[in-house]
């Protein structure tokens, strides 16, 4: 219990204000999410692991496009890529961008739907 009060206590503090660096780092990532190839690129990382040739068809565009779009990921800390051989596997950097992600199209999809809000 008392773990779970300095967690909670934790991130409260860290919300408060939030520095001009988390401000521009929080723009950057949101600038990634306004881009569709990027979007359907993050939400199929979702499942695991995907090569460039399997992001590109997800995304429905050439590999080089998909693979222009992985390098400004990685560069805003959103993906990160391992080597398997000749290709490059990506995968999502960590649960923060998994939530941010999902929480960005729960939210349009209470806009699209009508579907009311709720905390």
Request: a positive charge.
């Amino acid at each position: 219990m008392a773990r779970a009060h300095h967690a909670e206590a934790a991130v409260q503090a860290h919300l408060e204000v939030p520095s001009s660096q988390q401000v521009k780092a929080a723009v950057t990532s949101f600038t990634m999410l306004a881009d569709p190839t990027r979007v359907r690129m993050l939400w199929a990382l979702r499942e695991g692991e995907m090569d460039v040739a399997s992001l590109a068809a997800v995304a429905e565009c050439r590999p080089t496009v998909a693979s222009q779009h992985l390098s400004k990921l990685r560069l805003a800390g959103l993906v990160d890529a391992t080597r398997d051989g000749r290709r490059m596997l990506y995968r999502l950097r960590g649960g923060h961008v998994r939530a941010l992600l999902s929480e960005a199209l729960f939210h349009v999809d209470h806009q699209v739907s009508g579907t009311p809000t709720h905390d």
